[in-house]
């Protein structure tokens, strides 16, 4: 297999460099009447773990920029003279390695950090609770977290080297699929499941039991209850491979499943016929640069993709973009984007500096 994969590089390789299949326009393009507005700036370094939540009473928004914490108050009044802006979360221990993954519910913080374990964080104030080797993890860099009832979904990662596992809520008992340090194997066997690669992004569909787990170059699916794992992508013949990197290049919901692509453009799988297509958006190579995606909750079949100042919408039923909007003045990566029934927020990264956009959902 080893042999085989090598000599199709060149190939691979080809196919790569060729921008097929670009997604046409719709004739019924959702109009945009209001343009989006800066309403908060944050400039503490690079950005390495975002999420929704609360933490001491602090939220909707969770941002991590190294060892330190802030929030953002969407749920209210905000924008610019309102006063509300990115607030510091005081954290009740010293976190001396830099966060890289965050949950949270109303029992708990979580906090996955490069180098320095898991930390649990009681929104109670009681005394927080330290995760690491010793507790059976098989490393203690932490890429990703997913909180579901009862159990907490970890991706770990270190350089190339990576591992998947399941922490009890309760028990505090913590099951893993892979020791770290197994040598990964030559070609296509290294991308078998579980996982050997860093873990990035760990996101379900449903909340049930179906899990999506995006690795380096490498996307898989899990049902949890079975351990039934899927290698997703690259699929048989699939020259392609999922970009994990980012705040959030995975999206899964109901009957759709997008994640970008390493080449450019958007790769969906729609649940229901078993099929992934590779959509670009323009053969122009930085117009089809995607940085971040969303499907939207209230019309599924709406995928919203960030790019370089621009947000598209493309309608994954057709196959179409139904509406493009380029931000004035402003060609940074969306980095972070978030869809609510009537309201989008967006984080846009420019020169190492972060500006938190809101904009009045457009009717469709």
Same mark, same amino acid.
């Given at each position: 297999? @080893?042999?085989?994969?090598?000599?199709?590089?060149?190939?691979?390789?080809?196919?790569?460099?060729? &921008?097929?299949?670009?997604?046409?326009?719709?004739?019924?393009?959702?109009?945009?009447?209001?343009?989006?507005?800066?309403?908060?700036?944050?400039? !503490?370094?690079?950005?390495? #773990?975002?999420?929704?939540?609360?933490?001491?009473? +602090?939220?909707?928004?969770?941002?991590?920029?190294?060892?330190?914490?802030?929030?953002?108050?969407?749920?209210?009044?905000?924008?610019?003279?309102?006063?509300?802006?990115?607030?510091?979360?005081?954290?009740?221990? *010293?976190?001396?390695?830099?966060?890289?993954?965050?949950?949270?519910?109303?029992?708990? /913080?979580?906090?996955?950090?490069?180098?320095?374990?898991?930390?649990?964080?009681?929104?109670?104030?009681?005394?927080?609770?330290?995760?690491?080797?010793?507790?059976?993890?098989?490393? @203690?860099?932490?890429?990703?977290?997913?909180?579901?009832?009862?159990?907490?979904?970890?991706?770990?990662?270190?350089?190339?080297?990576?591992?998947?596992?399941? %922490?009890?809520?309760?028990?505090?008992?913590?099951?893993?699929? *892979?020791?770290?340090?197994?040598? %990964?194997? #030559?070609?296509?066997? @290294?991308?078998?499941?579980?996982?050997?690669?860093? $873990?990035?992004? &760990? +996101?379900?569909?449903?909340?049930?039991?179906?899990?999506?787990?995006?690795?380096?170059?490498?996307?898989?699916? %899990?049902?949890?209850?079975?351990?039934?794992?899927? /290698?997703? /992508?690259?699929?048989?013949?699939?020259?392609?491979?999922?970009?994990?990197?980012?705040?959030?290049?995975?999206?899964?919901?109901?009957?759709?499943?997008?994640?970008?692509?390493? @080449?450019?453009?958007?790769?969906?799988?729609? $649940?229901?016929?078993?099929?992934?297509?590779?959509?670009?958006?323009?053969?122009?190579?930085?117009?089809? !640069?995607?940085?971040?995606?969303?499907?939207?909750?209230?019309?599924?079949?709406?995928?919203?993709?960030?790019?370089?100042? *621009?947000?598209?919408?493309?309608?994954?039923?057709?196959?179409?973009?139904?509406?493009?909007?380029?931000?004035?003045?402003? !060609?940074?990566?969306?980095?972070?984007?978030?869809?609510?029934?009537?309201?989008?927020?967006?984080?846009?990264?420019?020169?190492?500096?972060?500006?938190?956009?809101?904009?009045?959902?457009?009717?469709?």
């Amino acid at each position: 297999k @080893s042999a085989v994969f090598e000599s199709n590089l060149a190939t691979k390789g080809a196919k790569l460099n060729e &921008i097929a299949i670009v997604a046409a326009r719709s004739e019924h393009q959702v109009p945009t009447t209001q343009n989006p507005g800066v309403i908060a700036s944050l400039d !503490d370094g690079p950005i390495t #773990a975002c999420s929704g939540g609360r933490a001491f009473g +602090k939220g909707s928004l969770l941002v991590a920029c190294g060892t330190s914490l802030k929030s953002f108050d969407w749920s209210g009044t905000f924008g610019f003279g309102s006063g509300t802006d990115f607030e510091k979360v005081n954290l009740p221990v *010293k976190v001396e390695a830099p966060i890289t993954a965050i949950a949270a519910d109303d029992q708990d /913080l979580w906090l996955g950090t490069d180098g320095g374990g898991l930390i649990r964080v009681p929104q109670s104030g009681a005394a927080p609770t330290m995760f690491n080797e010793k507790d059976g993890f098989p490393m @203690s860099s932490i890429r990703s977290l997913l909180l579901m009832p009862g159990r907490l979904l970890i991706g770990f990662g270190r350089g190339m080297d990576g591992s998947f596992g399941c %922490l009890d809520a309760n028990t505090l008992k913590f099951t893993g699929t *892979k020791p770290s340090g197994i040598t %990964l194997k #030559a070609g296509e066997e @290294s991308l078998q499941p579980p996982p050997r690669r860093s $873990v990035s992004q &760990i +996101k379900t569909p449903d909340g049930t039991n179906t899990f999506w787990i995006a690795c380096d170059s490498v996307l898989y699916r %899990l049902k949890f209850d079975s351990q039934e794992w899927s /290698l997703q /992508l690259p699929s048989h013949n699939q020259p392609d491979y999922p970009q994990a990197g980012g705040l959030r290049t995975l999206s899964p919901f109901k009957n759709y499943v997008a994640t970008i692509m390493s @080449s450019g453009g958007v790769a969906i799988y729609k $649940v229901s016929v078993d099929r992934w297509t590779h959509l670009n958006l323009s053969t122009n190579r930085i117009e089809n !640069d995607i940085t971040t995606l969303a499907i939207d909750l209230d019309k599924p079949n709406y995928l919203w993709l960030g790019g370089h100042g *621009k947000i598209t919408i493309l309608d994954m039923d057709t196959q179409k973009i139904v509406c493009e909007y380029r931000l004035a003045f402003h !060609d940074g990566a969306i980095e972070f984007l978030v869809i609510f029934q009537g309201d989008i927020f967006f984080i846009e990264e420019s020169s190492g500096s972060y500006e938190l956009f809101h904009w009045d959902k457009p009717k469709f």
